[in-house]
């Protein structure tokens, strides 16, 4: 669904933000991207979404090389990838409601159709009540969680999110994390970049590590089916902060059954 | 019943119930529908948008209005000093005294021959009989011209050039061929007069275009750069939409429409304008018809002129989005 | 050497030598510094930015630049058009032909009488005998005068009306008064052309002050319009600058400069373009002052309107940019 | 230094974003705020920086009652307030340095000095080596940084960050959080919102907790002297994501004399 090959993209400035990229995620695969700030996770997605193109490589989504699409068949490639963007990119004019209609709209949904499923998407990230607001009147965290409705509405065949709980609480998070993981298993592909390594632990999907552009870990879990719900139970315990609690909920996480998922990354990798 | 006649019913059956076009897939129509409702929404969208900070837009409409309206005044004063340049033609007649030996009949064929020149338009021929009338009737010196035993007039012929409005060169070569031949004795022709007013309808005639022309200049460039800083002010709006996948057509909709209402309501405004200063302008040209003798009336604009202003300005307006958004649409390709 | 030599020294020392600001202290004088230092970076940033999108700064200076220059030469063209309307005022005295039996005497205390009214600014009068020189020198009638024993001409007045170039109304009554007067045989006046040119000055003026009157509120809006577009396309760093703390007056310095160099190249470029329009005018205009005999010449935009006119354009500028930045600053405050 | 008395926030949209909030924070004192999200962070530091005013109640900061405060002087008190905001809110046409030079250029130093400080506020972030860069060329996390070095160039006595490591590796969050905890070391009072409970718990300073615009916790750590080094270190073994050393470290960390710290927070609080 998704695959990298010998991918490079160097900026026009000279910075060298990803190098000789490969990778592959089948359909219905979700994968998580880690690695430092300015690892270039954001470059990657950005590629995904036909934002960028690579300067070196090809790209594969939907089984679509995308340097071969033309810039009039950029839109329908768009189309077919939900995307939360790192900075939300919400138009600040128009209400929560239109907001994530948006994408509905361009698809040229039907009017009834569109108020359904814009409902059901601000139902699940927890915003019915705010649909009427303006996106200035919202909290950072709740602003992230409308693009995050904005980009599971149309349900697209591939989602990706770069950073989509960086101004979350650790239980949100889970529960948004949660999400996405559902969208997993109706057979959406899932590409997640995030820094929030306890909950990508948690998780127990796929992770590519990026350290300065390079891909230096591809790690799959052994037991991949480690249970949601699990996941948001001990968010639940986690939050307020009581580090005996959280520490015993993680303990107990590891114990049960996450120890031999531990990925064998190579420790002491670069300062950002 | 045979088979023809089933047909036409059928026919008929189809155009007394209007079916839902017949033969688009689901979700073809479905997406028609959609389309429509966007053009729908677009429309009615980009005039709340207007309405929505009016003080803008009314600054907008009438820096726009007026670039659109200043170029049609300067053509309507144009033309109606052509007109008037016209009119006035017939006070530029050249009085040529023939020599008091040419006898009636040799005046004429001189006459005949001065018509068939291709800068003389009319000539007219004046007797001594009728010159020595006029002479009395017109000039102060009735009771002095009464001691006259003789007719000392000659036969005088009255030339009117062919010359255009805006040219005063044409005259005086005709005047200098007239002044020596040899029938002629002496050419009166009020040049001083007559070279003023052309000169005066020459220089206005420059001005105006000049002006007009910097206007049409100007009227471009307010309702391209109107249009573009509205864009530039969206320029977020139109990349996010276009990072969600919406093609080129649906993201310059709005815009569109917003050219096509600055457009409509500038052309309305100008129009209005226009309006406002024939009404100031009312007394001075009453003035300047009465003089004339009601033979000339000054043209306001007309309806066609009216509808064409109009056209123009909603043209200009979404000429103007169009060429605005194609830059910012440019701007969100994948590098 | 007493005390006021002394104080003198200091005083010659103190201004021979320049000496830091005396009793300013340190921070103080630092603060100057860094305020001067911003001046001169605002200024330099405010004119990297123009030259930065060179496109749409070239866009708003000829925009702000045509609605500055239309209502000059509009005003210029009014103003030669009066000068115009003056000179032609010598061609417009009536001639007043006494009665034949009227002697010299009482013609001229005839003429001092007119000559007292508030209607009549010059009379010049020409006896029969300079009459019958310039009859003959004009008229085609010379050989037939020459037949004439005596003079039969009577004593001329020739009557100019004070009148504003505006108004044509003024002659008639005069005209009627002189007629029934008991010295005077009949009246020759022009009127008719008179009547046309009076006509056409007046409606010129009236166009030319309402075309004036709309292209100033043009230079106006736009100018305000500009500065506006592009200040709400940098309301994020007025606002960021404000939540960092900076004062008002700091805010607005780089677009009060941004103003400035706005109208100051407007300015120019509205000179430059009168220039052209001067240029392109001087053919016409060499054929109008021709027809005068070089008595009457036109004149363009002097040092002191050039000056004034750069002047309007840079405060124009400046303005905007204030009232468009208070609008935006007042945005800024804390709720 | 800060001080909150019965501080109200209702928004005109009719959003209780504050109620009847008390604290006070002394010169030199650090705190973390934290609570889910839309609880009310954002609106409370806003508030410090005189950005919005309290419906409300009354706060004095730096000795200064900002209700009293008139419109000509908001300037002077904002002067006083390092921020750094949760959008970065970077001008995105100056270059790093020009964007970190900002404060001091508005305070109005003299050049030779505004070089010296901004390149040194940039080393302390990391970001030496961009400063001629365009914020648009920097990642999300690196912008971050932007707008933190930003925060800390004027030296201000009071800094408030919100969400300051939302878009940050876990051994940045920290080098970052190391920072701050610097700032209070010379007198600077502190005040950082942060969803990041880990961190807030390693950090080991006092926790003002909000929940639906309510204190519902002020919890001050009874050893607030947990080394600062120790910090860092131990966020360094946690990365790259490695469950069993990240248990570890936490583990030890606990056991090493955190346990005590442990705040009595009441557990389960508001769903978002
Ligand atoms: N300008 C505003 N007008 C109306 N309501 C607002 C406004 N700003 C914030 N709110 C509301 O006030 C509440 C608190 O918002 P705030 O931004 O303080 O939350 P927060 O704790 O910072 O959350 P987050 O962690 O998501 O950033 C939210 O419910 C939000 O929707
Ligand atoms: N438009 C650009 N021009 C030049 N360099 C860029 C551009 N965008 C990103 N970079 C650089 O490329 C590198 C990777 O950036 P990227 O945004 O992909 O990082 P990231 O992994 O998303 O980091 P973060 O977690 O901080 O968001 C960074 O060093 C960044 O400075
Ligand atoms: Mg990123
Ligand atoms: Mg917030």
Redesign the pocket.
Known sequence: MIKFEQVGKK???G?E?LSELSFELDAGEMAFIA??????????LRMVALMDRPTRGQITVNGQNLAKTKARHVPRVRRGVGMVF?DHRLLMDRSVFDNVALPLEIAGCARGEIGRRVRAALDKVGLLAREAAAPVTLSTGEQQRVGIARAIVGKPPVLIA??PTGNLDPMLSAEIMKLFAEFEQVGTTVLV?S?DLNLIKRMGKRVLV?DH?KLIDDFRPAAAAASNNAVARSARDDYPPSPASATNGEGQQVGAGQDAAVPPLSPGQGDA | MNRRVATIRVKLEKSAAPAPAPRAPAHKRRRMGAWREHHARSFRASLRRLAGRPGATALTLLVMSLALCLPFLLWLLLDNARALGGHLDDARGIGVFLKPEIDAATARSFADKLRRRTDVAVVAIKTPEEGLAEFRSQSGFADALKVLQSNPLPTVLIVTPKIAAASARATPALVDELAHDKHVDQVQYDALWRQRLDAILAFTARVAGVLAMLLGLAALLVVGNTVRNDIVGRAEEISVMQLLGADRAFVRRPFLYTGLWYGALAGLVALLLIAGVEIALAAPLDQLTSSYGGRFTIHGLSWVQAIALFGTSVMLGWLGAWIATSRQLRLGRPQ
């Open positions: 900026y026009p400035s910075q933000a690695g430092h700030s300015g690892a270039g996770k954001s470059t990657l790192q770069d950073e970049a820094h990026l552009g």
